[in-house]
């Protein structure tokens, strides 16, 4: 573990059983932070060194003077003493971070968004960004001793004085800031949705994040992304503790059949009415509102299970879950079972899963998911519905009926998730007026015009073409004046017709015509007619006018992350005089 001198600003590595007494840091990065390089290059204690002159060495400093006034020689800022450039020291880091924080002697938190002491102790604590990101969720449960500081370096109070309203701003249950109870007392469900809707800078960190809540150890893997991060996690949790409160949660953002597994924390959030939730999340509640996860605790009877490992599959092209579960056929229990949302008509339900958490009022009971095993399936072959997981209340009387069993239940293909498509177009050209805009999907379907064009001139006119999915053919139509010059009865017309490439979801030049402006418009000659897919060309008027017709794909930056929602793709389509340099890309077809 390295450390950093409070007085001499070094750095020095110790072995486990020398650690010396030490304070910890817990912060959000900023610009210009100081890093392990930076102090090793040349070492801050020199008052030369370039690492002074950085915006995050102010914070350094302040930190290690409140540090050295407490009477502590060393302090660990993960900014510093982790060597960011390697691997595996960040490897070794994240998997010692809880271990980190639970043995400092105090942790100073410091919150830069919050200028002195008087909004400290106001709404600007509730409204501080600390409390928003996903690394600070264990440096506020893990140490024993926390404090709160402001940019000026002013004191707001500890966790323990403020843990009720800690709790209120982070769902946290309050005992557990006030170490009256050990986390390990807490269903895996509650401590996920403890980080719900908090942020990180790489998106695998939200599972990376977690790993101190749960005491468990696995490598890094950057790059792997955030469903299979999260799908890791899971994976090692329940190999650790074989807490089936992991399937319990709350939302989805599938509609029909549902995966085993949620894809990051959010879905366990239980905050009342959560329009994030409620806006974003298009697709259904799997577990009931009403039922908080500070209730569902470990079923008396199964709570000596031994620990079953879950095994995963998460690729663009599968998203398959299976794990040994005790199974009842559904006919033989039906009657006993409690439903939450008072719909007790379960269509397509064959058989149920009986986990080992429940509810404090039904201990002796278990919750059960509802399932439902196709004919032609295979035996291990199970599809996991939509609705609530029911309660049995009184297991014992099944046991002589149960079947322990390892169970495949496939999920939702990842590369069909998002269903609906918009295509946004727009068009750049040196000299012209848009003169129409003609859109149109196959099948009818939605066409959003963004802004009617005019005779006038108008460089950024755009329009929307909405398909469903990758599998949806798109055709739109795009008439454009050329005005350079000249009155307006005088400009040439041309036509861009624009098809969707289905195999690659791209779209592509289909044919380019010049048509007379007349009351009623019709083609006069193509001018460019590829056959194949083609993002380019250069044309030849009549009038003897060369321009160079292109598509171009533009940046969307409305990506969603959620299922069910639209994705946003958009492509510019720019028309120029032919200038030197340019290649004629297809001859003129009379």
Same mark, same amino acid.
């Given at each position: 573990?390295?450390l950093l001198?409070?007085?001499?600003?070094?750095?020095?590595?110790?072995?486990?059983?020398?650690?010396?007494?030490?304070?910890?840091?817990?912060?959000r990065?900023?610009?210009?932070?100081?890093t392990?390089?930076?102090?090793?290059?040349?070492?801050?204690?020199?008052?030369?060194?370039?690492?002074?002159?950085?915006?995050?060495f102010?914070?350094?400093?302040?930190?290690?003077?409140l540090?050295?006034?407490d009477?502590?020689?060393?302090?660990?800022?993960?900014?510093?003493?982790?060597?960011?450039?390697?691997?595996?020291?960040?490897d070794?880091?994240?998997n010692?971070?809880?271990?980190y924080?639970?043995?400092?002697?105090?942790?100073?938190?410091?919150?830069?968004?919050i200028?002195?002491?008087?909004?400290?102790?106001?709404?600007?604590?509730?409204?501080?960004?600390?409390?928003?990101?996903?690394?600070?969720?264990?440096?506020?449960?893990a140490?024993?001793?926390v404090?709160?500081?402001?940019?000026?370096?002013?004191?707001i109070?500890?966790?323990?004085?403020?843990?009720?309203?800690?709790?209120?701003?982070?769902?946290?249950?309050s005992?557990?800031?006030?170490?009256?109870?050990?986390?390990?007392?807490?269903s895996?469900?509650?401590?996920?949705?403890?980080?719900?809707?908090?942020?990180?800078?790489?998106?695998?960190?939200?599972?990376?994040?977690?790993?101190?809540?749960?005491?468990?150890?696995m490598?890094m893997?950057?790059?792997?992304?955030?469903?299979?991060?999260?799908?890791?996690?899971?994976?090692a949790?329940?190999?650790?503790?074989?807490?089936d409160?992991?399937?319990?949660?709350?939302?989805?953002?599938?509609?029909?059949?549902?995966?085993?597994?949620?894809?990051?924390s959010?879905?366990?959030?239980?905050r009342?009415?959560?329009e994030?939730?409620?806006?974003?999340?298009?697709?259904?509640?799997?577990f009931?509102?009403?039922?908080?996860?500070?209730?569902?605790?470990?079923?008396?009877?199964?709570?000596?299970?031994?620990?079953?490992?879950?095994?995963?599959?998460v690729?663009?092209?599968?998203?398959?879950?299976?794990?040994?579960?005790?199974?009842?056929?559904?006919?033989?229990i039906?009657?006993?079972?409690?439903?939450f949302?008072?719909?007790?008509?379960?269509?397509?339900?064959s058989?149920? #899963?009986?986990l080992?958490?429940? $509810?404090? &009022?039904?201990?002796?009971?278990?919750? !059960?998911?509802?399932?439902?095993?196709? +004919?032609?399936?295979?035996?291990?072959?199970?599809?996991?519905?939509s609705?609530?997981?029911?309660l049995?209340?009184?297991?014992?009387?099944?046991?002589?009926?149960?079947?322990?069993?390892?169970i495949?239940?496939?999920?939702p293909?990842l590369?069909?998730?998002?269903?609906?498509?918009?295509?946004?177009f727009?068009?750049?050209?040196?000299?012209?007026?848009?003169?129409a805009?003609?859109?149109?999907?196959?099948?009818n379907?939605?066409?959003?015009?963004?802004?009617?064009?005019?005779?006038?001139?108008?460089?950024?006119?755009?329009?929307?073409v909405?398909?469903?999915?990758?599998?949806?053919?798109?055709? #739109?139509?795009?008439?454009?004046? $050329?005005a &350079?010059?000249?009155?307006?009865?005088? !400009?040439?017309?041309?036509?861009?017709? +624009?098809?969707?490439?289905?195999?690659?979801c791209r779209?592509?030049?289909?044919?380019?015509?010049?048509v007379?402006?007349?009351?009623?418009?019709?083609?006069?000659r193509?001018?460019?007619?590829p056959k194949?897919?083609?993002?380019?060309?250069?044309?030849?008027?009549s009038?003897?006018?060369?321009?160079?017709?292109?598509?171009?794909?533009?940046?969307?930056?409305?990506?969603p992350?959620?299922?069910?929602?639209?994705?946003?793709?958009?492509?510019?389509?720019?028309?120029?005089?032919?200038?030197?340099?340019?290649r004629?890309?297809?001859?003129?077809?009379?």
């Open positions: 573990m390295r001198n409070t007085r001499t600003l070094e750095l020095r590595s110790f072995v486990p059983r020398e650690v010396p007494d030490y304070v910890i840091l817990s912060h990065w900023g610009q210009e932070e100081v392990f390089k930076d102090i090793t290059r040349c070492p801050i204690s020199d008052m030369n060194s370039p690492a002074r002159q950085l915006m995050g102010s914070k350094v400093e302040g930190t290690c003077k540090a050295a006034d009477g502590y020689d060393w302090i660990w800022i993960d900014s510093c003493c982790i060597d960011k450039e390697s691997s595996a020291d960040v070794k880091a994240i010692s971070m809880w271990t924080y639970t043995k400092s002697n105090i942790c100073y938190v410091y919150m830069a968004d200028p002195d002491c008087e909004a400290g102790w106001g709404i600007s604590f509730q409204d501080s960004d600390w409390f928003t990101r996903g690394w600070t969720l264990q440096e506020l449960i140490p024993v001793y404090e709160f500081y402001t940019a000026d370096w002013s004191p109070g500890t966790k323990l004085e403020r843990h009720e309203e800690i709790a209120e701003i982070t769902t946290i249950d005992d557990l800031l006030a170490q009256n109870k050990s986390i390990d007392v807490y895996t469900a509650e401590r996920f949705s403890w980080a719900a809707h908090r942020q990180v800078t790489k998106e695998e960190d939200e599972a990376y994040a977690l790993l101190g809540l749960f005491q468990i150890h490598p893997l950057y790059g792997e992304g955030r469903a299979r991060a999260f799908a890791r996690l899971q994976e949790i329940y190999l650790s503790t074989c807490d409160s992991i399937f319990l949660f709350r939302y989805s953002p599938h509609v029909e059949s549902q995966p085993l597994l949620a894809d990051c959010t879905r366990f959030c239980q009342a009415q959560c994030p939730c409620q806006r974003q999340l298009r697709g259904t509640q799997c009931p509102s009403q039922v908080p996860y500070s209730i569902v605790t470990a079923s008396n009877f199964w709570s000596t299970q031994p620990h079953e490992q879950i095994i995963t599959t690729t663009p092209f599968r998203n398959e879950m299976s794990a040994p579960l005790s199974v009842l056929d559904y006919a033989d039906s009657s006993k079972l409690i439903f949302d008072g719909n007790e008509d379960r269509t397509g339900v058989h149920v #899963a009986v080992n958490h429940t $509810i404090q &009022d039904h201990v002796e009971g278990a919750f !059960c998911l509802l399932l439902y095993r196709p +004919l032609d399936s295979r035996a291990a072959s199970f599809y996991r519905l609705y609530f997981p029911a049995l209340p009184n297991i014992g009387e099944f046991t002589s009926m149960m079947r322990k069993k390892k495949l239940i496939p999920g293909v590369g069909h998730e998002i269903q609906k498509v918009d295509t946004i727009s068009v750049s050209g040196d000299s012209y007026h848009v003169r805009w003609n859109a149109k999907c196959v099948d379907r939605a066409v959003l015009r963004i802004q009617e064009s005019s005779d006038t001139e108008l460089k950024n006119a755009e329009f929307k909405r398909t469903r999915d990758k599998d949806s053919k798109g055709h #739109a139509e795009v008439s454009c004046r $050329i &350079d010059g000249q009155s307006l009865d005088e !400009c040439p017309q041309i036509l861009v017709q +624009l098809e969707k490439i289905v195999e690659i779209w592509s030049i289909k044919e380019v015509s010049e007379k402006f007349r009351r009623r418009q019709h083609k006069q193509i001018l460019f007619l194949a897919p083609s993002d380019r060309c250069t044309i030849c008027l009038d003897g006018k060369q321009l160079y017709v292109g598509l171009r794909r533009s940046a969307a930056a409305n990506y992350r959620d299922a069910g929602s639209i994705r946003q793709q958009r492509y510019q389509i720019f028309i120029r005089p032919v200038e030197e340099g340019h004629r890309m297809i001859s003129q077809i009379d």
